[in-house]
Every structure is written in C-alpha cells, then in structure tokens.
C-alpha cells in the first residue's frame, strides 16, 4: 500500500550513502566556481558504475526495466544534494522521449547507450517555461536530397555542454514535428550561459543550415501529441521529485544550523518560532511527497490522462515547497544565510530557476482545473 | 475481480438495497458540524448495520468482528461515505472504546460491554478534555474518590467537548485518584452510565448553530467498582493507548466526504459562474491537488512502513486533512458569492455552509495545529521540548 518494497529500499539507502560522500557541498562548490558543465567523475560513477541511468530503460534495449518508482527514488536524491550531473535530462527527459517516439533503430542504438552510461543526453525543448515545450520550437527541418537542413535557434537547453548527444525536436515543412539527434561537434554551436543557479548549467544552442543525415531522424513517423505528453509527465515527475529532494536537502541543513547556533543561552531549534517553522515544511514535504511516489506508482497503470494530472499537481506542490524551503533556510540561517560561504543560496537558486521549467504552478493549475470543470480551459 | 474488488462490491450492493426507504433521508447527514442530526433514525440505521454485519468489521472475529484486513476496512469506510452513509453514532464505541476494552479490559467487561457496541445498541462518549485540560491534558481535575464501603468510585468534576454526551448512553471518563497527584499519574480510567442522578449533561451551542458537544457535570456520581479498566493509576496508560487506536482507516472514509463537497463545490461554480474566475479555478485544483496527495499520505501511513521518516510523515497527517478542510471551508463560500451569507432550504448550500463553519473545529479539536507542530518538531525531527510552567 504505496510503500517502498525491499529492493527499493535498497537503492535508497546505498544512493543516499554514495550521494553525501560524492556530492558534497564541496565538491557542488568546485562545479559552480569553475563554472563547469558538470561534475565529470561523479557522473561516470552514477551512468557506468551504479548504473542508475539503465534503471528504467527497458530490458530489451540493455535496461533494467523498473518502473517509474525507482527513478523517481534517485531524482529525490540527488535533488537533495543538487548533484551536478545529467542525470534528470538524461534519463527523465530524454531517454523517456527516444522511448515513448523513437524509432526502433533509435531505441536500440540510444537507449542501449543511456543504460550503458556511455551517453549523457538532453533534449532542446523550444520553451522551456512553456507546460507543453514540445510544440512551438522555431528550429526548422527542410527536406535535401540526402537528409535535412536544420536553422534555428534555442535559447536555453539543460546540461547541453554536458551531452554527448541532443535531441533536437524541429518542424518540418509539412507541420509536424520530428526529432533529430545530433552528437558532439556535428556542426551545432553551443553557447554556455551565464546563469544565477550554477548548479543546473544551461547553454544556447544555434543550427546555422546544420545537414544531418535521415538516419539522425530519430522519431518513428513524427512526434504524436501522446507521445510527447508521455515524455513530458516523466520528465515533470523526475523534477517533482528533485524538487522535493531538494527541499529536504534545505531543511536537512537548515536543522543542522539551528540545532548548533546559540543565542540567549539556548540552542535556537528550542524556540518554538523556529520549531514550528520546521514543522511546517516536513508537512509539506510529507504532502509532496505523497503525491510524488503516488503519481509515480499509477504512472502507466491508470489512464495517462489522470496520471498527468496528478504529476502537474506535484509539480505544484514541489515547486511551493522548494521554494519555502530555500527561503526558509537562508531566514533561519539569519546573517549568515546570504553568504556564499553558507549552502541555503545553492538551493535558494535552483529554487526559483526549478519552478520556471516545464510550466509555472499557474499553468499546472490550469491543467488540473480544466479537467475538473471539464470545460477545456478558460478560452 | 481481486478479493479487495469483490469485496467493495458486496458492500456497493448492501447499501444500494438498505440505505433506502425510512433510511433514504439520512444520506449525507450527520456529518461534519451536524452530528446531533435525527439521531434517533440513525440509531435506527446502526443496528440496521449491525444486523448486516457491519458494525465493527475491522475486529477480530474472536470479539465479533469480521476480522477484515486493512484494504478491506478502506474498501468500507470508501464503499459507505460514497454511498452517502450517514455519520456513525457508534463511532467512539466502534473505533475507539471496543479496541480499549479488547486490549485492556477483563473478560468480564468484554462480555458486558462489546456487545452493546456490536449491536448498535449502547452508544458512547468520551470524558476526556476538561475546562483546564484541553491541549494540556495532563492537567485533569476531576476527581475520583475510593468509596470503602462497596469499592465504587465516585466522581466530581467537569468535562467538555463532550461529542453527543446528550444522545449516548455510557461515557469513559479520565479522573484523577491519587490525592496530591499532578500530569499523568495518579489518574483512573472509568466506565460510567450517564443516566444517574449526580451527572447533568449541558449543551454547547455552536458555531452553526447546532450542539453536538457538551459540558458533562459529575456530582458525587457513580462508577462501579468492576467498570474500571486496568488499574487505579494507569489511567494516562490507558487514554493514550485509546487515541492510539484511531488508526486513521476511518479517515479514508472522511477524504470520500471531502471529495464529495468539493465536487459540489465544482458543479455551483460551474451554476454560478464562479468557474469563469481564474482565480477561483486555480484554487479549486489546488483544492484537487491537496485531496489527491492526502489520499497517497493516508495510504502511505496505512503501510507498514517503519522507517523514521515514514513516522516523522505519519504526524503530519491531522495537521494536513484539517487545513486543507478549513481552507476548502473558505473556497466553498467564495464560490457561492453572495448567497454564501443567506439560509435557504436548500442542501447543498446548507452543507457548505455548515462545512465552512464547523471546519474552524478542525483544526482545534484532537490536538489543534500548535500542538501537531509541537508534536513534528519534537518527536519527528527530535527538536528540543517545550519548557514547561510552573502555573
């Protein structure tokens, strides 16, 4: 009844472990002050020696065919300790959409390689902030005589200085989308932006009339509406998730401070300001939470669209939360909360910029609310 | 069909053929700020059930229970409030007194007293706060005096918050013993018939107006030697252990209600206009959101689940359903506009009105949120304990 089975538990508990060692706040500092894409050794851990990234990639294509659950479990963590890796674009956005449009060569040869940890890979979503940043990208596919010429420009792609591979989602000139994969160096610009949250690095990506090959067409006869709201509930689920984790990771903090710092001869966790405070957001954080491993249990099992729904109501709830908690964390640090030496800015920053992507709570809620008025939206 | 399924079926089927006819009228009734509604017909309905079999079916078969498993019980608690099951009158007897007496009481209390409550037919309250004793419960008053002569104790003092001590027939009753005792110890836990002369039961009027609570006055009134459970001193033991038994399955039941006013909710806005409101509309669905993962909460603290984050999550459950509701109180009456404010015969809107104001109870009654968020920082997160007075 919506617990963790004992395999699950397992995985928590080891990914947690590993997590505190490996991704410490000094070695999230090194990736941020560097400006660095990401933290090389730790991803090469998590993709080739844990394996993490084949956790949900089908058996066939070389995964280990778990559900939702499990990922959902590792995205929680590495939220909390705002792990410098591709590991939500990899397995959560792309890895899911080569599943649910790719082709059948496609899967064999990318999925083989996400579940392998050869291959970290993102996709360049036309919108970011957009709940449904499938449709509407301005890159452009015209038809040569061997292949496609793609132009266009996408202002902000998660991790795409980390990939080895991303997925380009174009319209062709007949409308529809397709999805194109281009791996390093095949004549995309990458442009690394400048960014307040150093802890997630985002790039620009220019296509200046790039040739690419048929066989880079990935997607098996254009991109579906289903398909691409089967890609998208996982990857806003896979954030639910870090964002939970991530507030967890503030309040895990902010209670250690607390618990130390001394005014009027008290520890000032005894102030029941404080206290309640706290209380506050591990209520929050149980309600998210909830919702998160119940959204991720029914995730293909109930009907897609009552799923999605429930995934857009723990986006709501996971952005609220972080944000709290992040804010939270740098007023119960008092002074010291606004410094860079202290933690609660690296999660006040992913904060705000996690809330922004795949839809604000507004746009969520509007989701949720035509569906319960069964109307289609306000026109 | 999974046993669970064909379970919910069996109890689908048993209130689509009872609650009908004379019971037809209790629908949805007796409910959150009305549950002093046609009480006699609903006493009428409790032993309906139990001649159905369905009154205390999460008791071992042993005490004459179904003995149903905790999917099951849900299935129940989901199958009856979506019938529209009235408001149970056997609540505390069921849920709370049965498993108190099953786990602490002697043989001979069992035999006298499980029956009635299988039964439907003796119905109880529960003599717990007092007016010095509310969050601090420790601090009871009332006192319980050895009488030599027959070894009865007999009773003085006050207790409040007495849900339908009016319409109930026996009330357990907490009571200090120990002469010179303070907090928990020194206390006796009662069983006491609440027709004898030396108990006077006074209303509460409400907030909306109805009074299902009341004062319960004790003068030198009566308990029976045999009608204490366990022994003179292990009354704290005994009380805590009782809340314990509420182990929220009932709650489930409760979410269905709240699933059941906000789709009313829905269909006035939608009559209304209210749903053209972007405002409205977004705290409608995050109404739906929060219900959606107070459900997987319930469902998650329902598990086996043993770890400390899984009980640290578990505390935090009261403190959820009970602002959630409050709020919802609050959305029900904006969509309504204006006609929020007027009386009329008509049920939905008396519902929701009742609703918008009972719910301000929620979040006072069983621990009011200061207290759960003592309880989360304290026990869930091992912060320090409040300093307690010297008053």
Known sequence: MLEFTPDQQMIREEAQRFLREQSSSEAIRRVVDAGASHDAGL????????????????????GLGLGATEVVILMELTGARLACVPFWSTVCMAARLIEAAGSEAAKTKYLGAIAAGEMAVTVALGDLSAANPMSGTSVRAVKSADGYVLTGKVAQVIDLAAADLVIVPAQLEDGATALFALERDTGQVILPLKVIDGTRPVASLELASVAVSTTQRIDAGGLTDAAAQSALAFANLGLAAEQLGA????????????????????????????????????????????????????????????????????????????????EEAIQLHGGVGFTWEYDPHLYFKRAQASAALLGSREAHLDRIAASVFADGGLK | ??????????????????????????????????????????????????????????????????????????????????????????????????????????????????????????????????????????????????????????????????????????????????????????LIFLLMPLSQPDVEIHPIKQIGGGAEFNS??????????????????????????????ERGISTLGQQMSFQQELDLIVEIA????????????????????????????????????????????????????????????????????????VVADDPRRERLQQMFLFARADTIYGGTNEIQLNIIAEQGLGMPKEPRGKL
């Not at chain 2, 045999?226 to 001193?233: A, N």
């Open chain 2, 270 to 341: 939608r009559e209304n206009g209210s749903d053209r409101s972007p405002a409205i509309r977004q705290r409608v669905a995050y109404a739906w959101t929060g219900l959606r993962a107070m459900r997987y909460l319930a469902m998650r603290v329902l598990s086996d689940d043993q770890s400390a984050e899984a009980r640290r999550e578990a505390l935090t459950y009261k403190y959820q359903w009970s602002n959630w509701h409050r709020d919802l109180g609050r959305l029900a009456m904006d969509v309504l506009k204006m006609d929020a404010n």
């Open chain 2, 1 to 186: 069909m999974s046993g669970v399924e064909a379970f919910r079926t069996e109890v689908r089927d048993w209130m689509a053929i009872h609650l009908t006819g004379k019971f037809a009228e209790l629908k949805f009734r007796g409910g959150s700020g009305e549950g002093d509604a046609l009480p006699e017909l609903r006493k009428e309905w409790e032993r309906e059930l139990a001649a159905g079999g369905w009154t205390c079916p999460g008791w071992a078969k042993e005490h004459g229970g179904r003995g149903l498993s905790v999917a099951e019980q849900i299935a129940f608690q989901e199958e009856y409030s979506r019938a529209g099951g009235p408001g149970r009158m056997g609540h505390i007897g069921e849920g709370l007194m049965g498993p108190t007496l099953i786990a602490f009481g002697t043989e001979e209390q069992k035999k006298r007293f499980l029956p009635g409550i299988l039964s439907g037919t003796e119905f109880w309250c529960q003599g717990y706060s007092e007016p010095s004793a509310g969050s601090d419960f420790g601090n009871i008053k009332t006192r319980a005096k050895l009488d030599p002569v027959t070894g009865d104790w007999i009773v003085s003092g006050q207790k409040v918050w007495t849900s339908l001590a009016h319409l109930s027939d026996w009330i357990f009753v907490v009571a200090r013993c120990e002469e010179g005792s303070i907090g928990r110890n020194g």
């Open chain 1, 43 to 62: 991803w090469a851990s998590i993709s080739r020696e844990l394996g993490w990234c084949a956790m949900a990639i089908p058996e066939a294509f070389g």
């Open chain 1, 247 to 326: 507030a967890q990771g503030a309040l895990d903090v902010t209670l250690a401070y607390v618990a130390e710092r001394v005014q009027f001869g008290r520890t000032i966790a005894s102030f029941q300001a404080i206290k309640h405070r706290c209380a506050e957001l591990v209520v929050d954080i149980a309600e998210a939470r909830s919702l998160v491993f119940g959204a991720a249990a029914g995730l293909g099992g109930m009907d897609a669209a009552e799923s999605a729904l429930e995934v857009s109501g723990a986006r709501v709830l996971a952005s609220d939360l972080q944000f709290r908690a992040a």
């Open chain 2, 216 to 245: 319960v006055f004790f003068d030198g009134a009566r308990a029976k030697a045999e009608d204490v459970v366990g022994q003179p001193g292990d009354g704290w033991k005994i009380a805590m252990a009782l809340l314990g038994f």
